[in-house]
């Protein structure tokens, strides 16, 4: 009897004890259901594919732009550019969240979360298409349905598909019954810079669109300038895609010395001397903020910038004008020493008025092209923080002339630093005519789009023939199809 009695009352005490003290695995501070939290995809994908942006610019983009060359290790500067696999990827893995937002937002009805994804997805897009031509668009992100070898789309289908993309997420954030967004490093929930950004991009892709397909563009450019109600764009520094990054690690600039980014690799860079003589030949003050004077110089107390030469092999590049000392590097108190001082620029208001000065100069608006070209000078004086001279404006070289390479050359200042922008308008323009392959360089006409990854002619291999057939050849000198 006194058994059962023990059985019964360890039996009792067990229940209570597992009513009183309930133990849980699960870690408060972590999401358990992404359906209820989409702001971590959003977050992690801006993550990936803004910090790969910034960097991409800062070790590719402002080489094949010009804005800078390298004294060592030269080897991409003589077009040596392999396949950017890892750029690739991580544009693709952030798409790859945006779809998966996308589908996510769909089903809870999330329309802020749907907009937004649209517009990172085009963002992303963007750069891939611009950069190697035909790509997997269409059927990207199908593992789920068993599809592991996505077709290469055509570039004019891509370009068609990307502005409809950005028109319906205009569309989506019109509504007066959107839900606000978290998780936002760009604009921080703000839907009405997400709205602007949305309709600015799609003037950028529009505009590419001037040589091959004129109509297409000018149709687009006038539909959103001509209504601004339904098409609100960019009006102020206020409003730029530009995403300002944490003063400590992980969150700095990656390109940093608080991101561990070292600093002997920063000092490989230097201004070029191709962006230096342009500079000065404007008498343009923003060359002393964008660059150091040689150290020599400033030992010797007649503190000068000088720049490096593209093109040039590796033993030579580091002797030229003298060597390291002679040469100048990028303002390494902003661009390296200070963790956030330098933004991700995705896209600035001064690059919209200068999207704006080449449409009326052609003709496909009803604007001032002069006062548009104007104000986007004066913005991206004021977005560097570099005071205008007086006279600048009218000064040589400056002055508005109703030119396309007047416009462009102002356009291309102001795209220093900005993923591919520079090197990309340069492609599209022709200008500025300045930029040439370097004396050492492997092709004597410049290159127009990265090779595609070697993963994809061995895991996609008929898609792969198939696009790099199509195109011309899989070589970085073939030209993408809206290049001039």
């Known amino acids: 009897m006194k058994k059962i009695f023990l059985i019964a009352t360890v039996f009792a005490m067990a229940l209570w004890s597992c009513d009183k003290f309930d133990v849980s695995n699960d870690n408060p501070d972590v999401a358990l259901n992404i359906d ?133 997420a205009n569309t989506i954030l019109a509504s007066s019954d959107l839900t606000q967004i978290k998780g936002d490093l760009l604009f921080d929930g703000d839907l009405d810079l997400w709205r602007k950004f949305a309709n600015s991009l799609r003037l950028r892709l529009a505009l590419r669109l001037s040589e091959v397909s004129p109509g297409t563009a000018s149709n687009v450019i006038a539909e959103i300038y001509e209504n601004p109600g339904r098409n609100p764009i960019m009006e102020s520094n206020d409003d730029n895609a530009a995403l300002t990054f944490l003063a400590a690690n992980p969150d700095a600039h990656p390109v940093t010395e608080e991101s561990v980014y070292r600093v002997g690799s920063y000092n490989e860079y230097r201004i070029s001397e191709h962006f230096v003589t342009m500079l000065e030949g404007l008498n343009d003050p923003r060359l002393e903020f964008f660059a150091d004077p040689t150290a020599n110089s400033v030992e010797e107390g007649i503190p000068e910038i000088v720049g490096m030469l593209n093109g040039v092999v590796d033993g030579p590049a580091y002797t030229y004008q003298g060597g390291d000392a002679f040469l100048s590097k990028f303002n390494i108190d902003y661009f390296y020493f200070q963790p956030n001082a330098n933004q991700a620029r995705l896209m600035l208001y001064s690059e919209v008025q200068f999207i704006l000065a080449e449409a009326a100069q052609r003709g496909w608006i009803t604007a001032d092209a002069q006062s548009l070209y104007e104000e986007g000078i004066v913005a991206n004086f004021e977005y560097w923080d570099v ?40 492609k599209r323009t022709g200008f500025p005519a300045t930029i040439e392959p370097g004396p050492d360089a492997f092709y004597d006409v410049y290159p127009s789009r990265f090779e595609y990854p070697s993963n994809e002619e061995s895991l996609n291999n008929a898609n792969y023939t198939e696009a790099a057939n199509r195109i011309g050849g899989d070589q970085i000198t073939t030209k993408v199809w809206w290049e001039n």
């Open 387 to 426: 005071e205008l001279p007086a006279d600048y404006l009218t000064s040589p070289g400056v002055a508005y002339d109703n030119s396309l390479e007047t416009i462009m050359t102002q356009k291309y200042i102001n795209l220093f630093y900005t993923d591919y922008q520079g090197f990309i308008e340069y």
């Open 36 to 168: 209820k939290n989409p702001e971590l995809l959003l977050t992690n994908l801006q993550r990936t594919s803004i910090r790969e942006a910034v960097g991409g610019s800062w070790s590719e983009g402002n080489l094949m732009g010009q804005y800078g060359a390298r004294i060592v290790f030269t080897s991409f500067d003589l077009f040596d550019w392999g396949d950017q696999s890892g750029a690739w990827n991580n544009y693709y893995y952030a798409i790859r969240d945006a779809k998966e937002l996308e589908e996510l937002a769909n089903e809870n009805e999330l329309k802020s979360y749907v907009a937004v994804s649209k517009i990172m997805q085009t963002w992303a897009f963007s750069i891939l298409t611009d950069m190697w031509g035909d790509i997997p668009y269409s059927e990207v992100n199908l593992a789920g349905e068993e599809n592991y070898t996505p077709i290469y789309d055509e570039q004019e289908e891509i370009y068609s598909s990307m502005l409809s993309e950005l028109e319906a």
